[in-house]
T-cell receptor, first 113, second 115 residues
Framework: KQEVTQIPAALSVPEGENLVLNCSFT??????LQWFRQDPGKGLTSLLL?????REQTSGRLNASLDKSSGRSTLYIAASQPGDSATYLC????????????FGTGTLLAVQP | DTEVTQTPKHLVMGMTNKKSLKCEQH?????MYWYKQKAKKPPELMFV???????INESVPSRFSPECPNSSLLNLHLHALQPEDSALYLC??????????????FGPGTRLTVL
């Protein structure tokens, strides 16, 4: 059974810092891993999807890496801004016939102006 | 356009009411999902439809009844809910049920309060 852990649970940084969010998962037999952002009381915004054969994906100031064999993914945010404040969720799938996403408990990020 | 829309945004209902949540997407996706999210917890999968057929029911109580009338529309019918069913209900869609590069896109959610 896929289990997902995200570290740290909460993070507060000053504006402009580069930061790394960590995600580890127990079952490496995945198709994809998605990173999402969620603002309080809102839906999930898909940030990046990494397919299992890829090592990294980039979108603007975001870079996600995947090491499938060790069950780890990181989300790197460059030059953080107050608007980046949100909860970040990592979700590998279960690699099965239904691509069921297994969510971590998230990292709550606060970027101080 | 990667938009999934959900109505209503907020819903308050009594335990004897019947109400419905609606979700719509026009991306040509053939898989659609309902999730439930309690405060400070990650989303939990409830139901998955593929090509308008129910593929997954995560042992959800029968007071929640999903329906997929066509490839763009997903409903969740609610009846005789309990206060502990109060949560944010999220709809999502993806191109297909499984496989590589199968990105899920989420709607803004319906905040449900059961009195």
């Amino acid at each position: 059974k896929q289990e997902v852990t995200q570290i740290p649970a909460a993070l507060s940084v000053p504006e402009g810092e580069n930061l790394v969010l960590n995600c580890s998962f127990t079952d490496s037999a995945i198709y994809n891993l998605q990173w999402f952002r969620q603002d309080p009381g809102k839906g999930l915004t898909s940030l990046l999807l990494i397919q299992s054969s890829q090592r990294e994906q980039t979108s603007g100031r975001l870079n996600a890496s995947l090491d499938k064999s060790s069950g780890r993914s990181t989300l790197y945010i460059a030059a953080s801004q107050p608007g980046d404040s949100a909860t970040y969720l990592c979700a590998p799938d279960d690699g099965g016939a239904t691509n069921k996403l297994i969510f971590g408990t998230g990292t709550l990020l606060a970027v101080q102006p | 356009d990667t938009e999934v829309t959900q109505t209503p945004k907020h819903l308050v209902m009594g335990m004897t009411n019947k109400k419905s949540l609606k979700c719509e997407q026009h991306m040509g996706h053939r898989a659609m999902y309902w999730y439930k999210q309690k405060a400070k917890k990650p989303p939990e999968l409830m139901f998955v439809y593929s090509y308008e057929k129910l593929s997954i029911n995560e042992s959800v109580p029968s007071r929640f009844s999903p329906e997929c009338p066509n490839s763009s529309l997903l409903n969740l019918h609610l009846h005789a809910l309990q206060p502990e069913d109060s949560a944010l209900y999220l709809c999502a869609s993806s191109q297909r049920l499984a496989g590589p590069y199968n990105e899920q896109f989420f709607g803004p959610g319906t905040r449900l309060t059961v009195l």
